[in-house]
T-cell receptor, first 114, second 115 residues
Framework: EAQVTQNPRYLITVTGKKLTVTCSQN?????MSWYRQDPGLGLRQIYY???????DKGDVPEGYKVSRKEKRNFPLILESPSPNQTSLYFC?????????????FGAGSRLTVL | AQSVTQPDIHITVSEGASLELRCNYS??????LFWYVQSPGQGLQLLLK??????LVQGIKGFEAEFKRSQSSFNLRKPSVHWSDAAEYFC?????????????FGTGTSLTVIP
């Protein structure tokens, strides 16, 4: 089944403890992206990647890092999490081509930073 | 700058009633338009999309949307709402692949369905 898989789905952590949220897609998509969803603010893009070793900042990149060493994986790294990073995170992917311009989303990762 | 506005934060409708969720966008070129639905505890699922052609597009679960260029709108409609339609709905604008690959989302409309 074509899908985007995120792990963990739920995580409670403490301020300053590094964590990584993994994202993997099995559709050979070039484009991958991370969003955070907060009440009243909708989805805001954190980082995106157009292909392997190509990443760029979205609208709210502060406090986050990403890497794209393989086409299928796009992990989100919080080096020193803070309470304002408590949020629902979504990974998404799509093909970069003229005909396919639809994002496929993962199920989301709910992160709480105490 | 590109932006998407969903003016209704929350809507309540009775089961069986019709539904219209509003979406206005600001985008300099021909937009790629989307509606996604997020059920509680779930990810975002694509309801429908508009790229070109017929301005009335049909989607899954009985939803449809109409693109009105003159009003910069892409409102979502359903003639008869079911209790299972209770969810959060997001409108989005996507850049054409040959100009960029970014997506811009509205803040969402939460739909409550009462029996």
């Amino acid at each position: 089944e074509a899908q985007v898989t995120q792990n963990p789905r739920y995580l409670i952590t403490v301020t300053g403890k590094k964590l990584t949220v993994t994202c993997s897609q099995n559709m050979n998509h070039e484009y991958m992206s991370w969003y955070r969803q907060d009440p009243g603010l909708g989805l805001r893009q954190i980082y995106y990647s157009m292909n392997v070793e190509v990443t760029d900042k979205g609208d709210v990149p502060e406090g986050y890092k990403v890497s794209r060493k393989e086409k299928r994986n796009f992990p989100l790294i919080l080096e020193s999490p803070s309470p304002n990073q408590t949020s629902l995170y979504f990974c998404a992917s799509k093909k970069v081509s003229s005909g396919a311009n639809v994002l496929t989303f993962g199920a989301g990762s709910r992160l709480t930073v105490l | 700058a590109q932006s998407v506005t969903q003016p209704d934060i929350h809507i309540t409708v009775s089961e069986g009633a019709s539904l219209e969720l509003r979406c206005n966008y600001s985008y300099g070129a021909t937009p790629y338009l989307f509606w996604y639905v997020q059920s509680p505890g779930q990810g975002l699922q694509l309801l429908l999309k508009y790229f070109s052609g017929d301005t009335l597009v049909q989607g899954i679960k009985g939803f449809e949307a109409e693109f009105k260029r003159s009003q910069s709108s892409f409102n979502l409609r359903k003639p008869s709402v079911h209790w299972s339609d209770a969810a959060e709905y997001f409108c989005a604008v996507g850049e054409a692949p040959n100009t960029g690959n970014q997506f811009y989302f509205g803040t969402g409309t939460s739909l409550t369905v009462i029996p």
